[in-house]
């Protein structure tokens, strides 16, 4: 479970918890997506291969969804994450 | 064609909705759905579409029923190990409701057979199990105009939603690109909760008739994520791509395409053969004890960098060179040494050592089950995954 004092929840899946160390939920003090985007670069660089390109872009097979919405769509005056945002990775699965 | 007096007996539950009454049953008796996949998830749906009325049902699955397959595919039986899925199929839904016109493609889709089989359908619902097959589905069904209901699973999560339907999303506009293979393992692989195809298809079959009604509020635009273990159900919004390669405004796939191909990471002149061919390998035991006697090969991990990350063969001399990025390298190779390359389980580097064939290198070796093999049976200290 994440720390309380984080302000913003990353919602891992199970296909990707292998790379945080079978965690589903992380916890990060942070006030826009893009200061989580560069936390997450720092603190879990095997999820941030998963998640980045090496041009520093999301992958054409994940996604991360702000309270719901694709990060891809957000505008620059639309980046802030006031406590209790989640953000979700939707990863590719194929199973059926 | 309207409700024979059984019909109309059978169907009652339903008919006494005022969303469905004898208009809509008989809308259901007069439709039909395609289902891709006689699997996990087409197991209900197929079921439950049938016992809803649905006047025609297909099914496309070239596989047949096994054992393993009966912990979550509740379509099949156990008598049925061993037949193709789709007669086994057909039989099951003849007995559920014997006035349901059943249509059998035993075959893989691919793209030579997909539009003939898809054409006409009024929804299709995709329940198949690979990727290639996933994006075949979507760019035939947006190429059709077809509306698909989409829904994959993994381990004890899934995702449902409604693509293709007229200015909605498709798939494309989820996910742009498939990711390398094995970059996410299959449920083979990895396993999944019997029931979760269950919860995930009767979802699949509830949008299905919505469709077919025209009633409610469809998935499309929302893709709905089901998550078993804390049981949470959230959905996100997905919207349509301007820049979408089928569905966009200025698309560049406008046919289909080789799906084997667009799945397997490679574009390049160097790109696989669309079947892939033995190729020559190399055990895991083997490699160590060349590497020990002074014959040591090149040896290559064409993963990609995150996955070196998890673990890797560079104390061996091990070279990083993701799969994408074998043709800008090949020069720098000597076709003269022998060259063992890996990955995680020995897929893309089977295609990695058919392509450095391709130009010359016969020296080229698959290392036989890649690098987890390599953890399990020589260095118990890296990391599997």
Known sequence: MMPNSASVTLRVPTSLSELTGDRDRIGFDVSTVDELLDRVRNDEPLLAGHLFADDGRIRGYVNLFVNGVDVRLLEAGERDLPPGSVVTIVPSVAGG | ?385
């Open chain 2, 1 to 385: 064609m309207g409700l024979t007096p059984e019909e109309t007996l059978r169907y009652h539950r339903q008919i006494i909705l005022p969303q469905v009454g004898p208009e809509g049953q008989t809308r259901l008796k007069e439709s039909s759905v395609l289902l891709v996949g006689a699997g996990g998830l087409g197991s209900p749906v197929a079921l439950y579409l049938a016992a809803a009325g649905v006047g025609r049902l297909g099914i496309a699955d070239g596989d047949v029923v096994e054992l393993s397959n009966l912990q979550r595919q509740v379509l099949h039986d156990t008598p049925s190990v061993g037949r193709s899925k789709t007669e086994s199929a057909h039989q099951r839904i003849g007995r559920v409701n014997p006035d349901v016109a059943v249509v059998e493609y035993p075959v893989r889709l691919d793209s030579s057979n997909a539009l003939e089989i898809m054409e006409g359908w009024d929804v299709v619902v995709d329940g198949s199990d690979n990727f290639p097959t996933r994006y075949l589905v979507n760019d035939a069904c947006v190429l059709l105009g077809i509306p698909f209901v989409y829904g994959a699973i993994f381990r004890f999560e899934g995702q449902v939603s409604v693509f293709g339907r007229g200015d909605g999303p498709c798939y494309r506009c989820l996910f742009r690109d498939p990711p390398p293979p094995e970059a996410v393992p299959t449920c083979a692989e990895a396993g999944v909760l019997g029931v979760l195809p269950g919860l995930v298809g009767t979802i699949q079959a509830t949008e299905a008739l919505k469709l077919l009604l025209d009633k409610g509020d469809s998935l499309a635009g929302r893709l709905l994520l089901v998550d078993t273990l804390p049981m949470e159900f959230r959905e996100v919004e997905v919207r349509r791509d301007p820049d979408c390669a089928v569905c966009g405004d200025d698309p560049s796939v406008t046919a289909l395409i080789d799906y084997e191909q667009f799945c397997g990471g490679t574009t390049t002149p160097l790109a696989a053969a669309p079947e892939l061919q033995r190729v020559p390998e190399i055990d895991v035991e083997e490699l160590r004890s060349r590497l020990g006697s002074g014959q040591s090969p090149v040896i290559l991990d064409v993963r990609e960098t995150h996955e070196w990350r998890i673990s890797n063969l560079g104390p061996y001399g091990a070279k990083l060179v993701p799969l994408g990025r074998l043709q800008e390298i090949v020069g720098e190779l000597d076709p003269d040494r022998e060259l063992v390359v890996y990955c995680r389980s020995g897929y893309r580097s089977a295609i990695a050592v058919q392509q450095l064939a391709s130009v010359g290198f016969d020296r080229a070796i698959n290392l036989r089950g890649g690098i987890n093999e390599w953890a399990r049976r020589i260095d118990p200290s890296l990391p599997t995954y």
